[in-house]
């Protein structure tokens, strides 16, 4: 199948932006930014809009979603919106019980642990996708050539959750069952896989320009257990959107030892967290693919001359990869000052050759 005639990719009006040439492999002048969870906690103007709604209520309300995406475009003049949603939304559709406490994460009521627990599962194909399509077609009307990004979460990240019941430290649990009953893991995952790519199929369909897998958890796994019980799940999911050709991105948190693996599912652009710079990065993953990242949230509450620094260093390392995505290492912080998120735009999208170069002139200079 192909994308709808009035898609964005389709007409051309996101097509040569700064964010797909990128993820296709095509370096421009400037380098497109944009950060992971912009819409949220950090923006006064979203804690407004948020008031008295439930997080996944409000991710439910197609015009709500849509409004909450598109706050931090206007705000800081990123290259990309990403639809406000979350990773437990297709679940959540597709009938299972689960809410977000605030400060904690997704929290189910019920965790599955069993292949008893597996197979009592709902059918993804009934679930109904209507609210996603809407909101993104709504968001995406409002963009003009700006991209959306459209996102899903992995199938193990989401399965760490659901085998404990809510966040944990290590999943310990999940990493327990895909041994204990390799057979119970293999359904759970292929059960993920499907409900989670056909979240990630709606909307792409309704508009969104590329598609980002979260596998924020993977870098509790071990090479060989990444390799043989977890990365073909997360192809799976990406096999719902693989035919629409749209660029496809991979990020974990953790994820060094597996860059290479992420990047062998298949995808355009690695995203990469703030422990590995992205000339290293490049390396491991053998210089086939677009870089995402790595600028450390913990510097964006620094003073602003070591922050810059560090972002230019992180431009000045990214230029070793096919094309760079500027954005952060994990998530904003809630308590970040939304002043230096758009400083941060403003810098990237303005920096020079020689700045760039500059910050690596005293490389090797060990205090
Ligand atoms: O990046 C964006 O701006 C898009 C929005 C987005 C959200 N969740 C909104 C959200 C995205 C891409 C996600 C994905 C998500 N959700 C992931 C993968 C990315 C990552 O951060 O690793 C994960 C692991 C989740 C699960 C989840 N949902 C957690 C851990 C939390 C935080 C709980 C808390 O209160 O600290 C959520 C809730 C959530 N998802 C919030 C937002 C804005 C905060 C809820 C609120 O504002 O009340």
Redesign the pocket.
């Known amino acids: 199948m192909t994308l709808p005639a009035d898609h964005p990719l389709a007409t051309g009006r996101t097509a040569s932006s700064r964010l797909v040439s990128a993820y296709r492999g095509v370096r421009g002048d400037v380098t497109p930014v944009w950060f992971?969870?912009?819409?949220?906690?950090s923006l006064p103007e979203y804690r407004e809009l948020?008031v008295g709604t439930r997080?996944l209520d409000a991710c439910l309300d197609p015009a709500l979603a849509s409004e909450i995406t598109l706050q931090p475009v206007r705000r800081h003049g990123v290259d990309a919106g990403?639809?406000?949603?979350?990773?437990?939304i297709p679940l959540k559709l597709a009938g299972v019980a689960v809410e977000?406490e605030?400060?904690?994460?997704?929290v189910f009521a019920a965790p599955v642990r069993t292949a008893a627990d597996v197979a009592a599962l709902p059918d993804p194909a009934d679930a109904d996708f209507s609210p996603i399509a809407e909101g993104v077609a709504r968001t995406v009307a409002e963009l003009g050539d700006t991209p959306l990004i459209g996102?899903a979460?992995a199938p193990f990240?989401i399965a760490a959750y659901l085998v404990e019941g809510g966040?944990s430290k290590d999943h310990i649990r999940a990493r327990t069952l895909m041994h204990s009953d390799p057979e119970a893991w293999h359904a759970l995952l292929t059960w993920v896989a499907e409900v989670t790519g056909r979240f990630l199929r709606t909307q792409v369909l309704a508009g969104a320009s590329a598609a980002q897998l979260?596998d924020?958890w993977v870098g509790s796994l071990s090479r060989a257990d990444y390799s043989g019980r977890v990365a073909p799940y997360s192809a799976a999911a990406l096999e719902h959107v693989r035919d629409l050709d749209v660029p496809l991105v991979h990020f974990g948190?953790g994820s060094g030892d597996v860059l290479d693996l992420m990047h062998g599912i298949g995808v355009d652009a690695v995203g990469v967290d703030w422990r590995v710079p992205l000339d290293e990065a490049d390396r491991r993953v053998g210089a086939r693919a677009t870089l995402q990242g790595n600028v450390d949230p913990a510097m964006l509450a620094a003073p602003w001359p070591v922050l810059e620094r560090h972002v230019l260093d992180v431009l000045r390392r990214g230029a070793s990869a096919r094309a760079h995505v500027l954005n952060l290492g994990?998530?904003v912080p809630?308590e970040t000052d939304p002043d230096v998120l758009t400083r941060v735009v403003e810098l990237v999208h303005s920096a020079t050759a020689e700045q760039i170069a500059g910050v690596g002139a005293d490389e090797g200079v060990q205090p």
């Open positions: 992971m969870r912009q819409a949220g906690r948020r997080m990403i639809f406000f949603s979350d990773i437990v977000i605030p400060g904690r994460g997704p996102f979460g990240t966040p979260f924020s948190v994990h998530g809630p």
